[in-house]
């Protein structure tokens, strides 16, 4: 089993930023993959950037060159800088690891961009 725990979330002005962590816990060595998901009222959950099992990244197209994921590979931690923030970016942001069986998720970091 792992756990996730996401942090950093908040309210920020548009134009502003913030910082997400994400630490795992837990059958930490398993994990092959981390990611960030996000999903707005109304909308579905959506990627918005993460590591791929072969060490790539993937990021949203939209947020390219905004948001940017970063890690800690040894301490299975997750990093989501975002810049530029836009009332758009508005969601519950989500931590996910995989480690090639199952998926695990946190419970989310509420992330509110006012205009």
């Known amino acids: 089993q792992v756990q996730l725990v996401e942090s950093g979330g908040g309210l920020v002005q548009a134009g502003g930023s913030l910082r997400l962590s994400c630490a795992a816990s837990?059958?930490?060595?398993?994990?092959?993959?981390m990611g960030w998901y996000r999903q707005a009222p109304g909308k579905q959950r959506e990627l918005v950037a993460s590591?791929?099992?072969?060490?790539?990244?993937n990021y949203a197209d939209s947020l390219k060159g905004r948001f940017t994921i970063t890690r800690d590979n040894v301490k299975k931690l997750v990093f989501l800088q975002m810049n530029s923030l836009k009332p758009e970016d508005t969601a519950v942001y989500y931590c996910?690891?995989?480690?090639?069986?199952?998926?695990?998720w946190g419970q989310g970091t509420q992330v509110t961009v006012s205009s």
């Open positions: 996910k690891a995989s480690d090639g069986m199952f998926d695990y």
């Open positions: 837990g059958s930490i060595a398993a994990i092959n993959a």
């Open positions: 590591f791929t099992r072969d060490d790539n990244t």
